[in-house]
């Protein structure tokens, strides 16, 4: 099994940033992507950003340019840095873990709220 273990959340001011990390615990040698989904109030789930042990990428369209994601493979953490947040981007987010096409492990969720 797989712990996920997300920390960072908040409140922020639009156009603020955010930095939410994610901490693997476990049979961790069964992930090859991290990553992090979000759901907002009467939404679907939708997948925010992800990354491969190898380091390739693949991003929402709505937070090209503004959110990076990066990990630490030696600290088994994914990290998602948010820039020039908008009250869209307001949602439950959730880290993830599994292999490129399926996310098999998930955590509690950190709530993200942008309002002014």
């Known amino acids: 099994q797989v712990q996920l273990v997300e920390s960072g959340g908040g409140l922020v001011q639009p156009g603020g940033s955010l930095r939410l990390s994610c901490a693997a615990s476990?049979?961790?040698?069964?992930?090859?992507?991290m990553g992090w989904y979000r759901q907002a109030p009467m939404k679907q789930r939708e997948l925010v950003a992800k990354?491969?042990?190898?380091?390739?990428?693949k991003y929402a369209d709505s937070v090209k340019g503004r959110f990076t994601i990066s990990r630490d493979n030696a600290k088994n953490t994914v990290y998602l840095q948010m820039n020039s947040l908008k009250p869209e981007d307001t949602a439950v987010y959730y880290c993830?873990?599994?292999?490129?096409?399926?996310?098999?492990?998930w955590g509690q969720g950190t709530q993200v709220t942008v309002s002014s």
């Open positions: 476990g049979s961790i040698l069964s992930i090859n992507t």
């Open positions: 993830i873990g599994g292999n490129w096409f399926n996310a098999d492990y």
């Open positions: 990354i491969a042990q190898s380091g390739i990428t």
